[in-house]
């Protein structure tokens, strides 16, 4: 069970992008669609359970004091095999439109993050479910940015058209919108977490009306 | 390819390095690099100040360096002359693809290092204003794609002081950036928002309404 939660925890409550907000710039830069987000999350996800693995099991031998360099070098070297990969694969149209953001995973916090607080500490398996769950977490999170994206900015998902009534706002899949965008949902997720916060602490008190719990949010 | 080592120095593509740089393509605002700092130390006039020109510094001086890097160590000797290990690996290997990111990366943490260790020495005054942000800027993106950009994602090759410049025009870019984005959120702590959207929500969203602004510089190019 204990195992489980390693897994799921990178999912939801430690979601990389909306709850720790790390990793920002391959967020919005590779969002604007679906099919993008995708690879990148995978490619990322690869990295990330790769380079956990790695640094876990050589956690007796790195030095404290240089812990840093080493783990961008392992980084570095999953994140080249993950770039030639996807060169060699994956169509000319989605490498270029990833562009510099594969080498970029490199300074992903999200990795580097994982290695730090997680891979550094703990068994092989583990850091592998954690991992493994951030990875998953990640991708989620593009998915839903990218979907809500390509859908308003070129009125399509996965390339299909909506509808053939909608004209499409470009905006949403230049600069601006990526940024609106991300905010947006970044305040929808807080809205969920402090409602359910509020729910939850209520609730062990004693049970409240709906009209009392309002009140005693708008005291806060 | 570039024949040899003989610069001519263009003004005109200079100022369009500038503005392209520093305006059009900003590396925040419109080409999302930096986003880490950007979010994380633009609570504060002084400390976003203080990042923006350790970033500039650092951005400049890896510019140089990883040119350097690219032209004399990955590239191979035929296309660029002379590399220093083509007495082993032969004429026509090129390490780029293989050894782009891993170089790189370490070049950058290491330049940090002795940055780090020059300043705390010798000039502990700006040490003292800059020293917290400098190990930031290793794991800081826009960096590492100044590097990439200069050397691999252009079509013409770009040459040693126009490289170097468009470093530190890129670091001008982001500094502007943070000092008007700090300028913003000051103000934003006061208003009275929604529990929800308070802090990095509504930052996302003034970033919004700053990328659209810098769109229309656009024409400049």
């Given at each position: 069970?204990k195992?489980?939660?390693?897994?799921?925890?990178?999912?939801f409550r430690?979601?990389?992008?909306?709850?720790?907000?790390l990793g920002?710039?391959?967020?919005?830069?590779?969002?604007?669609?679906v099919?993008?987000?995708?690879?990148?999350a995978i490619?990322?996800?690869?990295v990330?359970?790769?380079s956990?693995?790695?640094?876990?099991?050589l956690?007796?031998?790195?030095?404290?004091e240089?812990?840093?360099?080493?783990?961008i070098?392992?980084i570095?070297?999953?994140?080249?095999?993950?770039d030639?990969?996807?060169?060699?694969?994956?169509?000319?149209?989605?490498n270029?439109?990833?562009?510099?953001?594969?080498?970029?995973?490199?300074v992903?916090c999200?990795?580097?993050?994982?290695?730090?607080a997680?891979?550094a500490k703990h068994?092989?398996f583990?850091?592998?479910?954690d991992?493994?769950g951030s990875?998953?977490?990640?991708?989620?999170?593009?998915?839903?940015?990218?979907?809500?994206?390509?859908?308003?900015g070129?009125?399509?998902?996965?390339?299909?058209?909506?509808s053939?009534?909608?004209?499409?706002?470009y905006?949403?899949i230049?600069?601006?919108?990526?940024?609106?965008?991300m905010?947006?949902?970044?305040?929808?997720?807080?809205?969920?977490?402090l409602?359910r916060a509020?729910g939850?602490?209520?609730?062990?008190?004693?049970?409240?009306?709906?009209v009392?719990?309002?009140?005693?949010?708008?005291?806060? | 390819?570039?024949?040899?080592l003989?610069y001519?120095?263009?003004m005109g593509?200079?100022?369009?390095?500038?503005?392209s740089?520093?305006?059009?393509s900003?590396f925040?605002?419109?080409r999302?690099l930096?986003?880490c700092?950007?979010?994380?130390?633009?609570?504060?006039t002084?400390?976003?100040?203080?990042?923006?020109?350790?970033?500039?510094?650092?951005?400049?001086?890896?510019s140089a360096?990883t040119?350097?890097?690219?032209?004399?160590?990955l590239?191979?000797?035929?296309?660029?002359?002379?590399n220093?290990f083509a007495r082993?690996i032969g004429?026509?290997?090129?390490?780029?693809?293989?050894?782009k990111?891993v170089?790189?990366?370490?070049?950058?943490?290491?330049?940090?290092?002795?940055?780090?260790?020059?300043?705390r020495?010798?000039?502990?005054?700006?040490?003292?204003?800059?020293?917290?942000y400098?190990?930031?800027?290793t794991?800081?993106?826009?960096?590492?794609?100044?590097?990439?950009l200069?050397t691999?994602a252009?079509?013409?090759v770009?040459t040693?002081?126009?490289?170097?410049f468009?470093?530190?025009?890129?670091?001008?870019?982001?500094?502007?950036?943070?000092l008007?984005m700090?300028?913003?959120?000051?103000?934003?702590?006061?208003l009275?928002?929604p529990?929800?959207?308070?802090?990095?929500?509504?930052a996302l969203v003034?970033?919004?309404?700053?990328?659209l602004?810098?769109?229309?510089?656009?024409?400049?190019i």
């Open positions: 069970m195992l489980l939660k390693e897994l799921t925890k990178g999912i430690e979601n990389p992008t909306f709850v720790l907000v920002l710039c391959p967020t919005l830069a590779v969002t604007v669609s099919v993008n987000g995708f690879w990148m490619a990322t996800t690869a990330l359970v790769c956990n693995v790695i640094i876990s099991s956690r007796r031998f790195i030095p404290q240089i812990r840093i360099p080493c783990f070098v392992v570095a070297s999953f994140v080249t095999m993950a030639l990969t996807m060169q060699a694969y994956l169509s000319e149209s989605i270029k439109s990833l562009g510099i953001f594969i080498p970029l995973i490199v992903n999200i990795i580097l993050g994982r290695a730090e997680f891979a068994s092989v583990r850091s592998f479910l991992g493994l990875g998953i977490g990640f991708l989620l999170a593009l998915l839903l940015i990218s979907a809500v994206r390509e859908v308003i070129s009125g399509a998902l996965l390339g299909l058209k909506v053939k009534a909608y004209q499409p706002a905006i949403m230049m600069a601006p919108g990526a940024f609106l965008v905010g947006l949902l970044l305040g929808v997720f807080n809205t969920l977490k409602r509020a939850t602490s209520a609730a062990c008190q004693h049970p409240v009306t709906a009392e719990l309002k009140e005693r949010r708008e005291n806060n | 390819m570039p024949s040899g003989h001519t120095v263009d593509s200079f100022f369009t390095i500038i503005v740089m520093v305006f059009v900003n925040v605002l419109a999302f930096g986003l700092p950007f979010i994380g130390v633009t609570k504060r002084d400390s976003a100040f203080g990042m923006g020109m350790a970033v500039t510094f650092v951005m400049t001086l890896a360096v040119w350097i890097i690219h032209r004399f160590v590239l191979p000797q035929s296309a660029s002359g002379f220093i082993f004429n026509d290997t090129s390490l780029v693809p293989v050894l990111t170089s790189y990366i370490l070049v950058i943490a290491t330049l940090v290092q002795f940055v780090e260790m020059f300043l020495k010798s000039v502990p005054a700006l040490y003292e204003s800059l020293g917290i400098l190990p930031l800027i794991t800081n993106c826009a960096v590492l794609g100044v590097a990439l200069n691999t252009t079509e013409e770009l040693f002081p126009a490289a170097t468009q470093g530190f025009c890129a670091g001008v870019g982001f500094l502007l950036v943070m008007l700090s300028g913003i959120r000051e103000h934003l702590e006061t009275p928002l529990e929800a959207m308070k802090g990095v929500p509504i003034c970033t919004a309404l700053m990328a602004a810098f769109m229309g510089f656009g024409g400049l």
